[in-house]
């Protein structure tokens, strides 16, 4: 019963270099978020899909790119990592359009970037 | 724009009844959830409103007033294990608006 799962679960990065986050649902969920959190501010929106192949900028977008190629899987890439990225982040996926669906979140990926 | 305000930090004792308010202004409201986050863990799902009105959950409970944008959740017989951040969170479509949470200790 895994859920939502998130790789790598920890990271350092160097200044100016690039990774990506992986996140993987096993619930069928059409729409799928990225979220960073940071201390004193909550969860704000980074990227979010509503199916397979589509892609919307949420609240916070610049400095990151994601792509939805598979139903199951959300990536979240960082081209040239800074320091400002340094957060813990979260991915999350739903059902259908949130109404009254809750969100399903990974454990989180603790990145440090130096 | 979105402004979900909740309170920092609350400190209570096991046993007693701790409430906490939550007020918005969004641009948009659908519902508004409650989540519960563990130190190092994800958000997990606690209660969800759309009508106005209390929603009891053993527990837990969560109340919304569309026309005063404020809820609460309230938790009863605490526990230590109810030391934990607490999420206000409106949803707009698809998207969830967060509060910064509440830290809420529980003392012996």
């Known amino acids: 019963n895994a859920g939502v799962t998130q790789t790598p679960k920890f990271r350092v990065l160097k200044t100016g270099q690039s990774m990506t986050l992986l996140c993987a649902q096993d619930m069928n969920h059409e729409y799928m978020y990225w979220y960073r959190q940071d201390p004193g501010m909550g969860l704000r929106l980074i990227h979010y899909?509503?199916?397979?192949?589509?892609?919307a900028k949420g609240e916070v977008p610049d400095g990151y790119n994601v792509s939805r190629l598979k139903k199951q899987n959300f990536l979240l890439g960082l081209e040239s990592a800074a320091p400002s990225q340094t957060s813990v982040y979260f991915c999350?996926?739903?059902?259908?359009?949130?109404?009254?669906?809750?969100?399903?979140f990974g454990d989180g990926t603790r990145l440090s970037i130096l | 724009g979105q402004n979900i305000d909740q309170p920092t930090e609350m400190t209570a004792t096991e046993g007693a009844i701790v409430q906490i308010n939550c007020t918005y202004q969004?641009?948009?409201?659908?519902?508004l959830f409650w989540y519960q986050q563990h130190a190092g863990e994800a958000p997990t799902f606690l209660s969800y409103n759309v009508l106005d009105g209390l929603e009891e959950k053993g527990r837990f409970s969560s109340f919304l007033s569309r026309s005063k944008g404020y809820s609460y959740l309230l938790l009863k017989e605490l526990q230590m294990k109810d030391s934990a951040s607490y999420l206000c969170a409106v949803t707009n479509d698809y998207k969830l608006s967060f509060g910064a949470g509440t830290t809420v200790t529980v003392r012996a």
């Open positions: 899909s509503v199916g397979e192949g589509t892609t």
């Open positions: 999350a996926s739903s059902y259908s359009p949130g109404r009254d669906q809750p969100q399903h």
């Open positions: 969004t641009s948009g409201f659908n519902g």
